[in-house]
T-cell receptor, first 111, second 114 residues
Framework: TQLLEQSPQFLSIQEGENLTVYCNSS?????LQWYRQEPGEGPVLLVT?????EVKKLKRLTFQFGDARKDSSLHITAAQPGDTGLYLC???????????FGKGTSLLVTP | DTAVSQTPKYLVTQMGNDKSIKCEQN?????MYWYKQDSKKFLKIMFS???????INETVPNRFSPKSPDKAHLNLHINSLELGDSAVYFC?????????????FGPGTRLLVL
């Protein structure tokens, strides 16, 4: 199993602040995905990054895949209460089907 | 229309019982999965089926037996339930192939073993 370490584990910030969540591994992944999970629901895909060094933007969210395809970051600009949730990174190995998830970052944005 | 549905949403049962969780997807996907999310929110793959054939079977006790009657369904049967089986179980589906495929998750089944 290829391990993904996420940091921080918990993050509590005020509306309007910026934040960055990190996802690191010693393994190379063919792709890396970020999911958001809200209480009582299943994870929902936010983005997939495939190419080393790739940067993708989704409104106030910016995702980056490391050059060596071993790590990724999620940056949120001007966080809003609606961003509250559990953020999970997941790497897909070269073998195909399996997704290995990080342990998640629980984000709370207060008004 | 719900893309991936699971029943029941909540399941409370006694240790030693046998229970089943059902999953259905109406997305026409080839591949379905079962994940277990523990109390610390760690999400771990248990099984994966592609076109009704088992392709991933992680280190899961053989008390857990997945069954796929057709491509749209993947059920999970658990024998002799133990306290440590308490968790949220998620079903997911995807169209197989490629590093960029999206997995669609169901709403989860919250299992509590007393």
């Amino acid at each position: 199993t290829q391990l993904l370490e996420q940091s921080p584990q918990f993050l509590s910030i005020q509306e309007g602040e910026n934040l960055t969540v990190y996802c690191n591994s010693s393994s190379v992944f063919s792709s890396l995905q970020w999911y958001r999970q809200e209480p009582g629901e299943g994870p929902v895909l936010l983005v997939t990054v495939v190419t080393g060094g790739e940067v993708k933007k989704l409104k106030r969210l910016t995702f980056q895949f490391g050059d060596a395809r071993k790590d990724s970051s999620l940056h949120i600009t001007a966080a809003q209460p609606g961003d509250t949730g559990l953020y999970l990174c997941a790497g897909r190995s070269n073998s195909g089907y399996a997704l290995n998830f990080g342990k998640g970052t629980s984000l709370l944005v207060t008004p | 229309d719900t893309a991936v549905s699971q029943t029941p949403k909540y399941l409370v049962t006694q240790m030693g019982n046998d229970k089943s969780i059902k999953c259905e997807q109406n997305l026409g996907h080839d591949t379905m999965y079962w994940y277990k999310q523990d109390s610390k929110k760690f999400l771990k793959i248990m099984f994966s089926y592609n076109n009704k054939e088992l392709i991933i079977n992680e280190t899961v006790p053989n008390r857990f037996s997945p069954k796929s009657p057709d491509k749209a369904h993947l059920n999970l049967h658990i024998n002799s339930l133990e306290l440590g089986d308490s968790a949220v179980y998620f079903c997911a589906s995807s169209q197989a192939g490629g590093p960029g495929e999206t997995q669609y998750f169901g709403p989860g089944t919250r299992l509590l073993v007393l």
